[in-house]
């Protein structure tokens, strides 16, 4: 099966990669009476009734601490621009009162009503704004740092350093584990802190020098003590929150055996596809309707609803 159209993953613009690095194409930009501004108020969209604001204008774009262009919207050929703007050093109120909105909320309880272009556009403006707040000085010698390439690049102010600093990306594997027979079953697990039924996919950073499937292997081991043979890759999904990427795989367990580490994990089960149905259709559901590894799991159970906009191809 194939994972196809996650949430926030749908971003329908030409990033301008070619162009970005070049100021004047960028002021020019700026300038077009047809620009759109989405505007962030610390990692929050700002909403009016309910709907995030996301088509405003000009004058936020000047008042902004960070603005960053995401490209040029492919459903009108060449444009309009949209940039993000960033608002967090000013308060609530006065963002709220100069974007013409009501509150500001997280962008993960409004996904669900969200079409996925304008649920992904909401993610890589958070995702790339927070990266700027986060690196406006040099790792390397400390001197702040100046946004180029339209918000895309920092460069070091320091004329002894210099360095570059693009935005970072922290991957992080998801995986379903399958363990074969008359009746198939897969292996979920309750973290610590989660409720006496909140079983869910493993799931891990990848470490340095570890390749993805790698990470897979060594996190169903680690944590739940399964060996896991043959891993086979299933989809991804940009996880701006704050600057991942979720990469989500199929495991074969060797051996249906399970000794928990009581670190990370409290208990690890095996269910069947009977099982996962009935938890998903009358039980405590999937997990988040926005993640790959609700999606997964409803896939493997042979599970669709109206929340899911995916594509499963066998």
């Known amino acids: 099966m194939v994972i196809e159209d996650l949430a926030y993953t749908s ?30 108020w610390r990692d929050r ?22 603005t960053a262009l995401l490209g040029l919207d492919q459903d009108e050929g060449d444009g309009p621009p949209v940039f993000a703007a960033d608002l967090s050093d000013r308060t609530e109120a006065a963002a709220l009162a100069l ?15 969200l079409t996925a272009p304008v649920a992904a556009t909401l993610a890589y403006a958070r995702g790339l704004l927070y990266w700027n707040r986060l690196s406006r000085f040099c790792g390397t010698c400390g001197s702040p740092t100046e946004s180029v390439h ?35 079953r897969c292996l979920l697990a309750r973290h610590h802190g989660a409720g006496p039924n909140g079983f869910a996919l493993l799931a891990g950073f990848v470490e340095i020098g570890e390749s993805l499937e790698g990470a897979v292997c060594r996190e169903v081991a680690e944590e739940a003590g399964v060996a896991v043979g043959e891993v086979t890759y299933l989809g991804s999904q940009g996880w701006p929150f704050p600057a991942g990427l979720m990469v989500g795989f199929l495991g074969r367990a060797v051996e249906d055996t399970i000794n928990v580490d009581g670190a990370e994990l409290v208990e690890a089960r095996w269910f069947t596809r009977e099982q996962v149905v009935e938890r998903i259709t009358s039980g405590p559901g999937s997990g988040p309707v926005d993640s790959i590894g609700g999606r997964l799991l409803r896939t493997w159970a042979g599970l669709a609803d109206e929340t899911d906009e995916t594509q499963v191809t066998p």
């Open 11 to 40: 971003t329908p613009y030409d990033r301008a990669a070619d162009r970005r690095a070049d100021p004047a194409w960028v002021a020019a930009q700026r300038a077009r009476p047809d620009l759109r501004v989405v505007p962030v």
């Open 99 to 113: 974007c013409g909105a009501e509150a500001t909320v997280d962008l993960r309880r409004l996904a669900a009503d």
């Open 150 to 184: 339209a918000g895309h690049i920092r460069e070091c102010a320091s004329a002894e350093c210099g360095r570059l600093l693009f935005p970072r990306i922290e991957p992080a594997v998801i995986v379903l584990v399958e363990h074969d027979g008359p009746q198939p």
């Open 45 to 66: 969209c700002l909403t009016r009734a309910g709907v995030p604001v996301t088509g405003i204008g000009p004058a936020v774009l000047e008042a902004a601490d960070q």
